[in-house]
């Protein structure tokens, strides 16, 4: 039987640390989906739904975006994917009962774990202003309250609108479309957070802000570098894709501070073998790098590569490639040859002899492809690495050939379909002039605000009105006290929500929560059933069908919500979009959405007839053209700068436990890592402990350290010696998120660097 949520919240009182596993998933992964199924569903429920996940009749994992392969297994998914099913399936419930026992300044004393363990949210609530509780509202009476603040403002560019990546492709048309008729494009998303450095740095390089491989080109080719990347927790059916790489002949290098279980080896569950625990080791070559050592590592490698080629002409380098599609060489190679080895010592903490090893490996490899996640984006140069990456691709030609490419590995469901469908607070002029002709009005063409951009102006106060389709913006931002001063400066926040979490308990003057149907759920409208689209991380775009009645009566789906709030706000007065039909039969919005978005003609008849499709990628297919400013793939100069720490300082990065997706926090367990039963941890290598004056479960506070002078401080973090990368640290976020200042972030993308936080590690002190 399912378990009932728990009534109080649960601190580390109980947390208990132990080593950390030599490998990911196997039977105790199995042991663990069914538990959290149970828990959550029951084992009816479960049945009903884990065999429809992530197959062609079913819907789409609302986890990551890892994509799924033609044949499909029967059970097509991962453990963290069963947990984020049954979060979203529970049987739990949050209903007016519940807010009426509840203060919503009770609730901003719970952790990130109760609020989402209480279940799904009900029926439209409102918390209006100077009252502490939430009551319940109509949905016509809450769309007119939107739509009343939207009107009063001064100008469109005083609200924000954000965007979580689990949101489909139609409720993302509809919602930038509204926003742009509404006339603004303050449209920020998650991928500010977390890709959006890949992104600037493959649309400059590159012509395009996606990878370019497929699953094809990661299982059979030479060499897959997986760098600042845990698949093991974060894209666990990576991990299949890997050992079938592995099966093939390729090697894995991985590049990361921290030794992850899933890269050490892994026990597919599929096979008897990985049941039994003799699975596949994944990684051949580690490099333990210190944080922010990428960009070094990389220039090193060029710098290699440019040497061998000197002492054996003509036999490392794709001269006709380079000369081919590619400019700026000379330049490059100019800058490249330059590297100061010692610079290159400091910031990666590898030796001579590890480099030159990996060198080795890339001189033996005619096919490469290089994977990265979160732990490249959030430094404050992360565009240059990326940029340094395709500069070590393109070297040899590996880009727009088989088994060769760049592999940004997306973390959440739709966030690249979202981008893909208008949400960008700096969107083209090619995009916006198809929004013109299609729907007959002129969308504004003044960039609008990223979410650190949105933070400024909701503390600032030019900014009035917050409206979040999914996600939790609070929890997941920086600089967690400034955000939460600018959250409840607003005069309105309206929360498109499934379940509770942070971004419901520190809100505006006044405040609605508007609940919304689920992936696993049926979406039935008034012209019948209907579908949605997502786009994974591959740019592969296919349908997603729920198959649970509806957790209340009272949900609407994403688009009939945000389609409400556009009739009630435009009303007569609005460019003429038929917002009622599009409400009522999906197919309309995608016929829209072929006529607007390059890739997508033929949307509804390629989607019923094929059942999804690839889209175009100019650098991926081999172009005689790409987008960039010279139509070539671009080489770039980036200028090596070394993060040097102060003495009895270590460099912290914020990571995610093998309990959490994002900031959703399933359990207190990171089995991987040797957790259980908490989440104020630190993770640092014994030396530098030892050189601190600390020693391991000593509790300690974290304080950051950054030009603006202010201490930024994280408190009572149990000490944990971990084989990371000497002078480095790790601890979950969002707990640490408080230690990231909102006005450090990347150049050039503006992500917040949550993973270069210059840190001090103090005793604490008591409570009196």
């Not at 969107?427 to 605000?449: I, K, N, Q, S």
Request: charged share 25%.
């Amino acid at each position: 039987m399912p378990r009932r949520p728990p009534v109080e919240d649960q601190g580390d009182e109980h947390l208990e640390v132990g080593p950390p596993e030599r490998a990911a998933a196997g039977l105790p992964a199995v042991a663990w989906s069914l538990r959290h199924a149970a828990e959550q569903m029951g084992v009816r429920r479960s049945l009903q739904t884990l065999p429809k996940l992530n197959q062609h009749d079913g819907f789409d994992c609302p986890g990551c975006a890892w994509p799924e392969a033609d044949r499909r297994h029967l059970a097509e998914f991962c453990e963290n994917g069963v947990k984020a099913v049954a979060a979203e399936a529970t049987v739990r419930r949050v209903d007016r009962g519940f807010f009426a026992e509840h203060a919503v300044s009770d609730l901003r004393q719970r952790s990130e774990h109760w609020l989402g363990q209480q279940g799904r949210l009900t029926e439209p609530m409102v918390k209006r202003n100077g009252s502490d509780h939430y009551e319940p509202i109509g949905w016509d009476d809450a769309f007119t309250l939107v739509a009343s603040h939207l009107r009063s403002l001064a100008s469109p560019d005083e609200a924000v609108f954000y965007t979580s990546g689990r949101t489909s492709n139609e409720a993302a048309f509809v919602y930038q479309l509204f926003v742009r008729a509404f006339g603004t494009n303050n449209l920020p998303d998650c991928s500010n957070l977390c890709h959006e450095s890949s992104g600037a740095a493959l649309t400059e390089t590159i012509g395009v802000g996606k990878g370019t491989v497929q699953l094809s080109d990661l299982e059979d080719t030479d060499l897959i570098f997986v760098v600042g990347q845990n698949p093991g927790t974060n894209h666990p059916r990576m991990l299949s894709t890997l050992e079938t790489a592995k099966r093939n002949g390729a090697r894995v290098i991985t590049v990361n501070p921290l030794p992850e279980a899933g890269l050490l080896r892994f026990d597919n569950p599929q096979t008897a073998r990985g049941l039994a625990g003799r699975g596949t080791a994944i990684t051949d070559r580690y490099l333990k790098i210190r944080l922010n050592g990428d960009l070094a590592l990389f220039k090193a490698l060029n710098a290699g590569l440019l040497q061998a080629e000197e002492d054996a002409p003509g036999t490392v380098l794709d001269h006709h490639f380079i000369a081919a599609r590619t400019s700026g060489f000379e330049a490059f190679a100019e800058a490249a040859r330059q590297v100061d080895w010692r610079d290159v010592d400091a910031a990666t903490g590898l030796t001579r002899d590890e480099i030159a090893a990996t060198l080795a490996d890339v001189l033996r490899a005619q096919r490469i492809v290089v994977c990265w996640a979160m732990g490249l984006t959030q430094h404050r140069n992360a565009v240059d690495t990326i940029r340094e990456i395709v500069n070590f691709l393109l070297l040899r030609g590996n880009l727009g050939r088989p088994g060769t490419g760049v592999c940004p590995v997306r973390g959440h469901s739709n966030v690249q379909g979202d981008r893909t469908m208008g949400i960008h607070e700096q969107p083209g002029d090619d995009f916006l002039d198809a929004l013109r002709d299609e729907f007959g009005f002129e969308p504004p063409r003044r960039h609008g605000v990223d979410v650190v951009e949105a933070i400024r102006a909701l503390r600032d106060g030019r900014a009035k009105v917050f409206l979040a389709v999914g996600g939790n913006f609070v929890g997941a931002s920086p600089d967690t006290a400034t955000t939460e001063a600018a959250m409840a400066n607003a005069q309105l926040t309206v929360q498109v929500s499934t379940k509770l979490n942070r971004s419901h308990a520190v809100v505006g003057r006044e405040a609605l929560i508007l609940p919304t149907l689920s992936r696993p759920e049926r979406d039935a409208r008034a012209a019948g059933p209907q579908l949605v689209t997502v786009e994974d991380s591959m740019s592969l775009v296919h349908a997603s069908r729920g198959v649970l009645a509806p957790a209340s009566e009272h949900l609407r789906s994403e688009v009939a919500i945000l389609t409400g709030i556009a009739r009630a706000t435009l009303g007569a007065d609005g460019p003429g979009i038929d917002w009622a039909g599009m409400a009522d039969d999906y197919d309309r919005i995608r016929d829209h959405i072929a006529n607007v978005v390059p890739g997508f003609a033929d949307f509804n008849r390629r989607l019923r007839d094929l059942g999804g499709f690839l889209l175009p990628n100019a650098a991926r297919d081999a172009a005689d053209e790409l987008a960039t400013d010279t139509g070539r793939a671009q080489f770039s100069v980036n200028e090596l700068e070394v993060l040097r720490v102060p003495p009895g300082r270590l460099l912290l990065q914020t990571i995610r436990s093998h309990d959490q997706y994002n900031t959703t926090i399933y359990g207190l367990d990171d089995r991987y890592r040797g957790i259980t039963q908490g989440r104020r941890v630190v993770f640092v290598h014994p030396d530098d402990l030892t050189g601190l004056g600390l020693a391991d479960g000593d509790t300690v506070d974290l304080v950051s350290e950054w030009e603006d002078g202010v201490d930024r401080r994280a408190e009572a973090f149990r000490t944990v010696a971990f084989p990371t990368a000497r002078g480095c640290a790790a601890a979950y976020f969002p707990e640490t998120n408080v230690l990231v200042p909102l006005d450090s972030t990347a150049r050039r993308s503006n992500t917040p660097t949550s993973k270069s936080v210059v840190v001090r590690l103090e005793p604490s002190v008591a409570p009196s």
